[in-house]
Structures are given as C-alpha cells and as structure tokens.
C-alpha cells in the first residue's frame, strides 16, 4: 500500500508540472474545469463542484477566471431559461485540442514499449481505481 500511494503522489506531482509546462496560463484546477465542460458539452457550475465534490465558491472562481481569460462563455440553458450552462468558447476549445494533443504525445512516449495487454490492465485498473473513488 505504501508503494502505492507514493507512486500515485509522484503520479499527481508530475501531472501538475506537465499541466504547468503545457499551458502555463491554466491551473490544473482551470483545466481539468474546462475539460469537463468540453467532455460534458457544457453544464452548470453547480453540476461542476458536485462533480469535482469542490465548494460552489471555489468553482465559482476558478469559472470567473476562465471567463474572464475568454476561454468559458455562459448560455442560457433552452429547457429552463433560469439556468445558465457553462461552455468553452473557441478560445478555451483551441487549448483544450492543443493540450490533448501534447499529453497523448507525453503518454504515448512514456508508454510506447509497453505490450498492449499491459496497456488493457493499466487501463482496467485506473478506471476500476477511480470508479471506487467516486464514492469517497
């Protein structure tokens, strides 16, 4: 258990650098924020701080600061015209494409020689890791 939880911190260490160096502008916060909203084809800030179990204050800054750089953009939401829905603008999208693209270069380095049935587990066992970790 050790092993693992030193690996996992070396693992949260080195994703914050790389999100760092890949766009120096955007917190890891702000990121992983704006990813979801792309992912998710928008949604409200208080799906966002359910979600990432965050307070609605910190989400509500970390989304102040994405709209106030251009890269989120708030719609009013068609089925309820009380709701305003989260969006990325072309400016958040551009980033977003530009970061992926990077990162599966960074991971396809860092995992070119292992056999593709490693590849499998590794990747069963992170979504088996995280699935538990929803509950928390």
């Known amino acids: 258990m050790e092993v693992i939880q030193r690996e996992l911190t070396s693992f949260a260490r080195r994703a914050r650098a790389t999100a760092a160096r890949l766009h120096p502008e955007l917190s890891l916060v702000s990121y992983t924020l704006l ?3 792309d992912e998710q084809g928008g949604c409200r800030a208080t799906d966002l701080a359910a979600h990432y179990a965050l ?6 800054r970390q989304v102040s600061a994405l709209e106030r750089s251009g890269l989120v953009m708030r719609r009013v939401d068609p089925d309820d015209h009380r709701v305003q829905v989260l969006h990325p603008t072309e400016a958040g999208a551009e980033i977003l494409r530009q970061v992926t693209v990077s990162r599966r270069q960074i991971f396809g380095d860092r995992l070119t020689d292992w056999p593709a049935d490693d ?3 590794f990747a069963e066992y992170l979504v ?5 970790a929803r509950d928390d």
């Open 35 to 37: 990813s979801h909203l």
């Open 55 to 60: 307070d609605k204050s910190t989400v509500s």
């Open 119 to 121: 590849l499998a587990r």
């Open 128 to 132: 088996r890791y995280n699935e538990a």
